[in-house]
């Protein structure tokens, strides 16, 4: 069965941390994508990574990073925390081929304080 | 560039009714569309997807949807909704092509089924 796990479901953190989100995925896939969720805003791409060490900016990537060593593992690192950052989370894959259906993680609801 | 349109941010509809959520879209090129849901504190869940062939797509939980070319639109329907049918559902678009990687979301609608 497909899988996408990300490290917390919960996060609280407070203004100027460093923030690091897990996502991991074991179904090979060559793409993953961080988004976040916001209520009347809908899903936003952060990034993307389409190979290992290899990565895209999305449509919101100001104050964030990513970093992917490894093919199942996808990290969002927010350098800096600040509170317009507190937002809920999501992590998905894909392949790279056909339709591209991507599997989402459950989320990471994100609280800065 | 592709774009959705949730026309609707919030669909209240009594247990029993039935239920269209509305979702526009946007692309010089041809595109593949999708619905996802997400039920409270989940992650995203592919309802159904639209690739190519016939324009009616059905998809899990008795859900489906009609692609419109014409009028580019894939409208979401379900005849009779339950209880557990209340969630967030969230449309979304990728060009069909090699080229492209990541969908483009939706605002999302907020289905509320009351009894």
């Known amino acids: 069965d497909v899988k996408v796990t990300q490290s917390s479901r919960y996060l609280v953190k407070r203004t100027g941390e460093k923030v690091f989100l897990e996502c991991v995925q074991d179904?090979?896939?060559?793409?993953m994508f961080w988004y976040r969720q916001d209520p009347g805003l809908g899903l936003r791409l952060i990034y993307f990574?389409?190979?290992?060490?290899?990565?895209e900016k999305g449509d919101i990537p100001e104050g964030y990073s990513v970093s992917r060593e490894k093919k199942e593992r996808f990290s969002l690192i927010l350098e800096s925390a600040s509170t317009n950052q507190t937002s809920m989370y999501l992590c998905?894959?894909?392949?790279?081929?056909?339709?591209?259906?991507?599997?989402f993680g459950p989320g990471t609801r994100l609280t800065v304080l | 560039a592709q774009s959705v349109t949730q026309l609707d941010s919030q669909v209240p509809v009594f247990e029993e009714a039935p239920v269209e959520l509305r979702c526009n879209y946007s692309?010089?090129?041809?595109?593949?569309l999708f619905w996802y849901v997400q039920y409270p504190n989940q992650g995203l869940q592919l309802l159904l997807k639209?690739?190519?062939?016939?324009?009616l797509v059905k998809g899990i939980n008795g859900f489906e949807a009609e692609f419109n070319k014409s009028q580019t639109s894939f409208h979401l329907r379900k005849p009779s909704v339950h209880i557990s049918d209340t969630a967030e559902y969230f449309c979304?678009?990728?060009?069909?092509?090699?080229?492209?990687?990541?969908?483009?979301f939706g605002k999302g609608t907020s289905l509320l089924v009351t009894p």
């Open positions: 998905a894959s894909s392949t790279t081929r056909g339709v591209r259906r991507q599997y």
């Open positions: 179904m090979d896939h060559e793409n």
């Open positions: 990574s389409y190979d290992v060490k290899m990565k």
């Open positions: 692309s010089s090129v041809s595109v593949y």
């Open positions: 639209y690739l190519s062939g016939s324009t």
């Open positions: 979304a678009v990728r060009a069909n092509s090699n080229s492209g990687y990541a969908l483009n």
